[in-house]
T-cell receptor, first 110, second 117 residues
Framework: QKEVEQDPGPLSVPEGAIVSLNCTYSNSAFQYFMWYRQYSRKGPELLMY????GNKEDGRFTAQVDKSSKYISLFIRDSQPSDSATYLC??????????FGKGNQVVVIP | DGGITQSPKYLFRKEGQNVTLSCEQNLNHDAMYWYRQDPGQGLRLIYY???????QKGDIAEGYSVSREKKESFPLTVTSAQKNPTAFYLC????????????????FGEGSWLTVV
């Protein structure tokens, strides 16, 4: 079983819809959870960072962590064509141990 | 501004050549990483370094080499032994420093595209 599972998609939604992305993980030692957005031929850029279970909101983006279920989610409200990108989940625990999902391609159709 | 600089952005390599990708960070991060990204495969770890003068192999280290002589620099050499080097290479860094604004998050460079011709 991979440490982090993420459905690669692609996911197509109409403009204005809510985009829902998620990752599951198997290692309960993961402490820090991140979501990255990656445009084609660019490096990933950090969108959201969370540490504890619960929700964290930043503008149109909400990150959700459920440590008991080993499940994290990213929601994008009022999606825009500029949100079309690949979204990566990432996790970390002590000793700088990192794990990434494969990435989920999102297409927002105008 | 703090960040990670990768160069070159695009690089072409002839068969049998070694090439070196540069990665420099001014975030004062201790740990640095090199990943390879291929379509549909996600990020695969090549090498990582937790501290100067020390580094460890990742999942796909064969055909690659690194050095960490300075905290801010972590160059990756793609040797002729790497059978399929055409890919997008990403350098990343992080630090567990609690007091640092950037602590605990992973920062990426803009990537380097390597093509074998």
């Amino acid at each position: 079983q991979k440490e982090v599972e993420q459905d690669p998609g692609p996911l197509s939604v109409p403009e204005g819809a809510i985009v829902s992305l998620n990752c599951t993980y198997s290692n309960s030692a993961f402490q820090y959870f991140m979501w990255y957005r990656q445009y084609s031929r660019k490096g990933p850029e950090l969108l959201m960072y969370t540490y504890s279970s619960g929700n964290k909101e930043d503008g149109r983006f909400t990150a959700q962590v459920d440590k008991s279920s080993k499940y994290i989610s990213l929601f994008i409200r009022d999606s825009q064509p500029s949100d079309s990108a690949t979204y990566l989940c990432a996790m970390r625990y002590g000793n700088n141990r990192l794990a990434f999902g494969k990435g989920n391609q999102v297409v927002v159709i105008p | 501004d703090g960040g990670i600089t990768q160069s070159p952005k695009y690089l072409f390599r002839k068969e049998g050549q070694n090439v070196t990708l540069s990665c420099e960070q001014n975030l004062n991060h201790d740990a640095m990483y090199w990943y390879r990204q291929d379509p549909g495969q996600g990020l695969r770890l090549i090498y990582y370094s937790q501290i100067v003068n020390d580094f460890q192999k990742g999942d796909i280290a064969e055909g690659y080499s690194v050095s960490r002589e300075k905290k801010e620099s972590f160059p990756l050499t793609v040797t002729s032994a790497q059978k399929n080097p055409t890919a997008f290479y990403l350098c990343a860094s992080t630090s567990p420093g609690i007091r640092s604004p950037s602590g605990n998050t992973i920062y990426f460079g803009e990537g380097s595209w390597l093509t074998v011709v």
